[in-house]
């Protein structure tokens, strides 16, 4: 735990090989394809597309969810967003962050015990082959969370192994050091801005990051990977012909916040 501690500070994240049981990482994959197929089940038009995937017993959860999502991606975007509300709710995915996550994660926000943490999330980060919708630019999550004082990042690959050919995040190695101006808009560039099927971004301009190494992160499935919240990163293009995905969530100690609010 020092020599992660000790990484953690210079570096602003670690990354802790095969951290999960494989069979816990695919539990947490069967539970979130549940969840979008019975999402997409109750629009009817999909119900014989989910009905033969059932029953094809060769299809992995991965090939099922990458197809409901591409079929509900055009005319249906409101309701899979929505299931992004339902994967903090359930139990079996938050199974995932068990006793001996939450030490972890106290021992890097540097409190006594876990006691006090908060879990915010889990959501999924979907990206899409060739899909500049889906992406962030450079940014850091203390613009998005400027009252939290104490926030860890948590990401971990689901489905597949990330790498730089689909789409992997990346980081700028010590930037959690120093603080940045950025600017707010939806989009992804000038022909994107202020769309709405776009994410929100605190874009921080790459011009101010030029003396930061960018840092690719190559994970397998079971990986953990957990980064300060001034650390700036971004997600990449998805050059691949499959989708990529990660779990994502935050895990935050209130008792230094500048805020009373509980809400994040």
């Known amino acids: 735990m020092e020599d992660l501690q000790k990484q953690f500070s210079k570096l602003g994240f670690v990354q802790v090989a095969d951290?999960?049981?494989?069979?816990?990482i695919t539990r947490l994959e069967e539970v979130v394809t549940k969840l979008f197929l019975m999402q997409a089940n109750k629009?009817?038009?999909?119900?014989?597309?989910?009905?033969?995937?059932?029953?094809?017993?060769?299809?992995?959860?991965f090939k099922m969810l990458s197809t409901i999502y591409e079929e509900m991606e055009t005319d249906d975007k409101e309701a899979l967003y929505q299931v992004q509300h339902?994967?903090?709710?359930?139990?079996?995915?938050?199974d995932i962050f068990d006793d001996r996550f939450m030490v972890m994660c106290?021992?890097?926000?540097?409190?006594?015990?876990?006691?006090?943490?908060?879990?915010?999330?889990?959501?999924?980060?979907?990206?899409?082959?060739?899909?500049?919708?889906?992406q962030y630019k450079w940014h850091s999550e203390s613009?998005?969370?400027?009252?939290?004082?104490?926030?860890?990042?948590?990401?971990?690959?689901?489905?597949?192994?990330?790498?730089k050919s689909n789409g992997t995040m990346s980081f700028k190695i010590g930037s959690h050091k120093a603080t940045f101006p950025f600017s707010e808009y939806y989009g992804f560039d000038k022909d994107t801005q202020d769309n709405?099927?776009?994410?929100?971004?605190?874009?921080?301009?790459?011009?101010?990051?030029?003396?930061?190494?960018?840092?690719?992160?190559?994970?397998?499935?079971?990986?953990?990977?957990?980064?300060?919240?001034?650390?700036?990163?971004?997600?990449?293009?998805?050059?691949?012909?499959?989708y990529s995905m990660a779990l994502v969530a935050r895990i935050w100690e209130p008792s230094n916040d500048l805020t009373i609010s509980g809400s994040m």
């Open 19 to 24: 951290f999960f049981e494989d069979s816990k």
């Open 43 to 61: 629009i009817g038009e999909y119900r014989d597309l989910i009905q033969s995937m059932t029953n094809d017993n060769g299809l992995t959860s």
């Open 86 to 94: 339902y994967l903090p709710s359930s139990q079996a995915i938050r």
């Open 106 to 134: 106290a021992n890097l926000l540097g409190v006594p015990d876990s006691d006090n943490l908060l879990l915010h999330g889990p959501g999924l980060f979907v990206n899409r082959p060739n899909t500049q919708r889906l």
């Open 143 to 163: 613009h998005y969370y400027p009252k939290r004082r104490n926030l860890l990042n948590i990401w971990l690959p689901l489905f597949d192994n990330k790498s």
């Open 196 to 242: 709405d099927n776009h994410f929100l971004q605190y874009e921080i301009p790459e011009c101010l990051l030029t003396e930061y190494e960018e840092h690719f992160i190559i994970s397998n499935r079971r990986d953990l990977v957990m980064f300060d919240q001034n650390l700036v990163h971004r997600s990449n293009n998805n050059a691949s012909d499959n």
